[in-house]
């Protein structure tokens, strides 16, 4: 019975992690108690266990190593910046201003305020990069003017969930710079890889949209005129764009002969700026050239898509890291909220206090996670995973079936920070073994992980909505009419569909992985390579003669014959002898 246990210890070791977990401990305290547990149990059984176990007390002596590379790892400095940015965006008010401006967008067509819902969401998912801040202020924001316009209530609250998990895979995702961590590889190439599949995420959940206000017109009205308070002015808002881009274009051919490839940026940030500052000086001075409507949507739109610029677009230009990156974007919130007169030092003590928080809870998982390791590697458990892995049935289509699978189903009862730190580890050497891209595998495994978010019952996105929309009936502060409530079957059965389209949205990740493999840019051509050796001075008309050999060419052990024109050879030093002490005279 013995002898049968320590030559399983592995399986036995993941399993009893597993129920440690469905009991309810905290997941950093159930790694580190179940890896020393194992790990006291392992030495013991060693002799038993026929080589399978590689375990010994002096091994205990790597964990303060194993905890200081967690301590010195630059990369999850990201993790607190991007944070904080993400709660003092959400304090100084710009999901509000946001949601008012493109709802009055949006607003004339039916669906008009889900598909702002959705579009906003997508903006703080690349501004904020927290689901719960998303999640919380469209809440707050847009549900009780859904509720007020006639919007089914599972369409709304599915929808103001659902966009809020755009912060899992939209860069600057948290969970993105944690899966390039516990990958190897590097955030930038991460987030290079996933942004397209989450554009194509945000345009799959406005089909859903258009799809409903087609099959269910009634459940999605379009705003009444009395509620659009910024009145009609597409036109002029048109007219603007096509002024700002022409204004980038010329920009661009006037930079092009001193700035070559940077010329498209720097053309496109003069029309930006250009049309902000017109739009400012049209309201501040009264001119009223442009439309309200155009006024408000290009000065509430401009400054978080800079800030999502000054931090992406100095990422991928490869101009920062990504953790310089969350830093230049903490300084441009503050810098937001200031503007908008909303900075003050409780906003700070708020936003420090959530991000203090949050960065204790991946430093003491990942600690847990180092103990944990420790163990499982010397029991040779990442050997057992690896080859139940690898030996599944379809190679790499069925392991990524299989991988697909199980991470769905284990993200109902763990959240992703802890599937990034439990599971991801086990299965990328797997992934590596099979030839699979591990940024692409990463990235499929982000979108997977965002269903946690929206899995009943244990979907943290719906907990969140769940703690912002009305229990109880209540007289709509506009209108006076009573709201009845929303029920928390409505929020789960709103999840659903979205779900569903998360799903479709990991096929499709499999089945089209040039969405993801761009990041590596245009292949290269091996036959179109060329290699030209420079005439380097001092190595004596060929190479090696400046290194004491003989020019390529000459006999060996003796000098090259004299070229016509060229001044005779120089006799060579004579050597020194090496028997007799070096003089220095």
């Known amino acids: 019975m013995m002898e049968f246990i320590a030559q399983n210890m592995a399986p036995i070791m993941f399993f009893s992690l597993v129920i440690f977990l469905l009991l309810g401990y905290p997941v950093a305290f159930s790694l580190a108690a179940n890896g020393l547990l194992f790990f006291f149990i392992g030495v013991e059984l060693a002799p038993l266990s026929g080589g399978s176990i590689n375990l010994s007390w002096p091994l205990l002596y790597a964990l303060p190593e194993r905890f200081w590379g967690v301590m010195s790892n630059e990369t999850l400095l990201a993790i607190p910046f991007f944070t904080f940015m993400g709660i003092v965006l959400e304090r100084s008010g710009m999901a509000e201003d946001l949601l008012d401006t493109i709802g009055q967008l949006f607003g004339p067509i039916r669906g008009g305020l889900a598909y702002a819902v959705i579009f906003v969401g997508a903006l703080l998912a690349a501004t904020t990069g927290v689901v719960a801040a998303s999640v919380i202020a469209m809440g707050l924001i847009s549900l009780p003017i859904m509720l007020r316009y006639g919007y089914d209530r599972r369409v709304a609250s599915g929808v103001i969930a659902a966009s809020g998990t755009l912060a899992q895979i939209i860069p600057p995702s948290l969970v993105l710079i944690v899966l390039a961590d516990q990958l190897g590889r590097s955030v930038g190439d991460m987030y290079k890889g996933a942004l397209i599949p989450g554009l194509v ?82 309201r501040g001075l009264g001119i009223n050239m442009m439309s309200k409507l155009a006024q408000q949507v290009i ?15 100095t990422i991928f230009l490869g101009i920062a890291t990504p953790t310089e990156g969350g830093a230049m974007g903490a300084v441009g919130a503050l810098i937001m909220a200031a503007v908008k007169g909303r900075l003050s030092l409780d906003v700070i003590r708020q936003a420090l206090a959530a991000t203090t928080k949050l960065s204790s809870f991946v430093i003491f998982i990942l600690i847990g996670a180092r103990v944990f390791s420790l163990t499982f590697y010397g029991v040779n458990g990442h050997l057992w995973v690896e080859h139940l892995l ?63 978010f929206m899995h009943p019952p244990f979907g943290f996105a719906l907990f969140y909505l769940r703690s912002v929309a009305a229990r109880v009936p209540y007289l709509d502060r506009l209108t006076g009419k009573a709201i009845q409530p929303v029920t928390t079957g409505q929020i789960y059965w709103g999840a659903v569909p979205f779900v569903g ?85």
């Open 201 to 282: 995420l945000t345009g799959l959940y406005m089909g859903y949209i258009l799809l409903m206000s087609i099959i269910r017109p009634n459940s999605m009205p379009a705003l009444p005129p009395e509620a659009r308070t910024l009145g009609h002015g597409i036109t002029s808002l048109i007219v603007a764009l096509i002024f700002a881009g022409a204004l980038a274009y010329g920009a661009h051919v006037y930079l092009s002969p001193t700035h070559g490839a940077n010329a498209d940026i720097l053309g496109a940030c003069v029309g930006v700026v250009a049309i902000y500052l017109i739009a400012i000086a049209d």
């Open 501 to 585: 389209i998360q799903i479709i949205m990991i096929g499709l990740t499999i089945a089209f992985p040039q969405m993801v493999m761009h990041y590596k840019g245009k292949p290269v051509d091996p036959s179109t390579i060329e290699i030209k050796m420079p005439d380097l001075p001092g190595l004596g008309g060929g190479l090696g003669g400046g290194l004491g050999l003989p020019p390529l060419g000459a006999p060996a052990g003796g000098t090259a014959p004299a070229q016509p024109g060229t001044a005779p050879a120089q006799p060579a030093a004579p050597a020194n002898d090496l028997s007799k002490p070096p003089s220095f005279n």
């Open 390 to 452: 690898v030996s599944l049935p379809g190679g790499e289509l069925g392991f990524l079936i299989a991988v697909n699978i199980l991470v769905f189903l284990l993200a109902f009862f763990l959240d992703f920070f802890e599937l990034a730190f439990i599971i991801v580890p086990l299965l990328a050497p797997a992934a590596d073994k099979l030839g699979i891209d591990l940024i692409w595998f990463g990235v499929l495994l982000g979108v997977n992980m965002q269903t946690s």
């Open 299 to 313: 000065i509430v739109l401009i400054p978080p898509l800079a800030l999502i610029f000054l931090v992406l677009g």
